[in-house]
């Protein structure tokens, strides 16, 4: 028969070998946890980790740390955290492209879509808000439309990125209007406003907390939200169904972790994060600008990226959105 031997030497090495995953979790963090936003400042994957890391900060006696690392729409930044020890010490926050539709857009991609995460918490919603350069005339939906179909393919609106679901969300509008509208892609949102701002494109279909400061500021005019009724923050702006075209449209934001990171930790993630998203000083400041702040379990948030695979695929497939 054939034994195996331990010396004392190897036995604090197999002590911790055999550590259960909730005795792991319990000891986390010891060190600084990293939030990876795979686009630039300024847009909303980088304003919701910056709010509620303060807050996971003080909860886990640990540095939370955000940093950027964007491009290819979101892939660079996510393939950094897919490639990631699962350990929760490197997370992502990220709307839905990089954990959900960008398989649907990209030729090959830099890891599976389907198998490299764990999904963790749903931060936050968005609908998004048409916007206009203030030089052009346009004061309605119905204004731009028009405009659109008496010079095809002239009118030009910006997005973060191909694929990105500003650009999803211009690509369904023109699908309903049959309008042809030229798009631009950004290396983010905030490029794209700016450029609004200064009317070097016409047009964007935005989420509303990227672009409420420059509404609020009278530096671009909103012309119609896509949403199913008026919001709060902009009582006087009509919704495009009431403005006779039947366009409605958001965007989810949320965190994850590589796959594999220990249950335990997935659960506590969400739980704190639900917290931060609660609290008035976080939750508040989002619904100020647009945005519904989120929270739940990672169930509830894995439940919504395989809906939202289901809705947006045949949009991208039938608009032939592709990207390199």
Known sequence: MTGVRFTRRAMPGVAAAFLSAPALAQAWPTRPVRIVAPFPPGGMVDLLPRLVA???SARLGQPVVVENRAGANGNIGAEVVAKAAPDGYTLLATSLGPIATN????????????????????????PKVMCVANARPWRSVQDVIAAAKERPGVLSAGSAGAGSSLHIALEL??????????????????PAVTDLVSGRIDL??????????????????PVGMATERRVPQLPDLPTM???????????????????????????????LTTEALREPAVGGRLTEQ????????????????????ATQAPIIRAANIRAE
């Open 103 to 126: 398989q649907f857009i990209y030729a090959t991609m830099p890891y599976d879509t389907d198998t490299a995460f764990a999904p963790i918490v749903l931060l936050a919603r968005t």
């Open 173 to 190: 509008f023109k699908r309903l209007t049959g309008t042809d509208i030229q798009h631009v892609p950004y290396r983010g949102a905030a």
């Open 241 to 271: 169904r009431e403005q006779g075209v039947d366009f409605l449209f958001g965007t989810a934001f949320g965190l994850a972790a590589p796959a594999g990171t220990p249950d335990a930790i997935v659960a506590r993630l969400a739980s």
């Open 204 to 221: 964007v279909i935005d989420n509303l907390p990227n672009i409420m400061a420059q509404i609020a500021g009278g530096q671009v005019r």
């Open 54 to 56: 303060p807050t996971l």
């Open 290 to 309: 647009g945005a519904q702040p989120g929270g739940g379990t990672p169930a509830d948030f894995a439940a919504l990226i395989a809906r939202e695979k």
